[in-house]
């Protein structure tokens, strides 16, 4: 996922988190695992997203290894 830098801060972003996290629960999932860039950790931290370590590497970026517990 990613929102283009001149719609940022329109809730863009949260919308879509909101929207995977809710449609993994009415799924049967009680996690969501998932890659981001390092400089979004912050962002995934405010929605209770937790880091688990370094990602894969991907398109030439490093990332982070984030999990949310969806009980």
């Known amino acids: 996922m990613a929102v283009d830098s001149g719609l940022e801060g329109r ?3 949260s ?3 909101r929207h995977v996290e809710e449609r993994s629960r009415a799924l049967g999932a009680v996690e969501v695992v998932a890659n981001i860039r390092a400089e979004n950790v912050g962002f995934m931290r405010k929605r209770g997203w937790v880091e688990r370590g370094e990602g894969v590497t991907l398109f030439g970026t490093e990332s982070k290894a984030i999990v949310k517990r969806l009980s």
């Open 15 to 17: 919308a879509i988190t």
């Open 11 to 13: 809730g863009i972003g």
